[in-house]
């Protein structure tokens, strides 16, 4: 069965600490793995990695993609109280039209 | 920045009766998506839609549900009868293409079922 596993499921930082979310996954046909933050509604896009090793980065998040150990990490330096949200991690794969959602990393920071 | 709106942001309705709800992609998108949220749990895809016809649905995408492209720019997600269960954020989703691009999320309708 094809699955997706975020951990933690939640976290605690005060403002300026630096954060790591975990995503593994176990998919047939892997295409991508995206990365959305969650607020109050519609998930909004963070990152979309497809090869192994090759860093994004966007401001203080950035993102990679273990294809050999099946997972990936989102990584938050200097975090902001405007960082809480629900990081959520999606696997695209090339035999159907899904995305396979984790349950998502309830991140708070205090301030 | 183009976005996909949804409408309406909120509907309340009665077990049993008929809801539609409303989603413009943005305008050049090819790919089209309905995903919901229950309150506190996973977000699940319901359906996808390509070249005016559904290309895959998931096993909640029952009888129950269907969705339409009615004019080239709306995208509707119909539920025939619903059920307290069907209470949920349905979110609308496009993209350019199912390849390279991620998708781009509406802001949801908040459905209650009561």
């Known amino acids: 069965e094809d699955k997706v596993v975020q951990s933690p499921l939640s976290l605690v930082v005060h403002e300026g600490d630096t954060v790591t979310l975990n995503c593994s996954y176990e998919v047939t046909n892997f295409r991508s793995l995206l990365w959305y933050k969650q607020e109050k509604k519609a998930p909004t896009f963070l990152f979309m990695l497809?090869?192994s090793g090759i860093e994004k980065k966007s401001g203080r998040l950035s993102s990679i993609l273990d294809k050999k150990e099946l997972f990936s990490i989102l990584n938050i330096t200097a975090t902001q109280t405007g960082d809480s949200a629900v990081y959520l991690c999606?696997?695209?794969?090339?035999?159907?039209?899904?995305?396979?959602w984790g349950a998502g990393t309830k991140l708070i920071i205090k301030p | 920045e183009p976005e996909v709106t949804q409408t309406p942001s909120h509907q309340v309705t009665q077990m049993g009766q008929e809801v539609i709800l409303r989603c413009v992609p943005i305008s050049n998108h090819l790919y089209f998506y309905w995903y919901r949220q229950i309150l506190g749990q996973k977000v699940e895809f319901l359906v996808s839609f390509y070249n005016n016809e559904i290309s895959e649905k998931s096993e909640i995408f029952d009888d129950q549900f269907s969705v339409e492209r009615p004019d080239g720019s709306n995208f509707t997600l119909k539920i025939r009868s619903t059920k307290l269960e069907d209470s949920a954020m349905y979110f609308c989703?496009?993209?350019?293409?199912?390849?390279?691009?991620?998708?781009?999320f509406g802001n949801g309708t908040r459905l209650t079922v009561t």
């Open positions: 497809t090869s």
């Open positions: 989703a496009s993209t350019l293409d199912r390849g390279g691009s991620p998708l781009h």
């Open positions: 999606a696997v695209g794969m090339d035999s159907n039209y899904q995305l396979i």
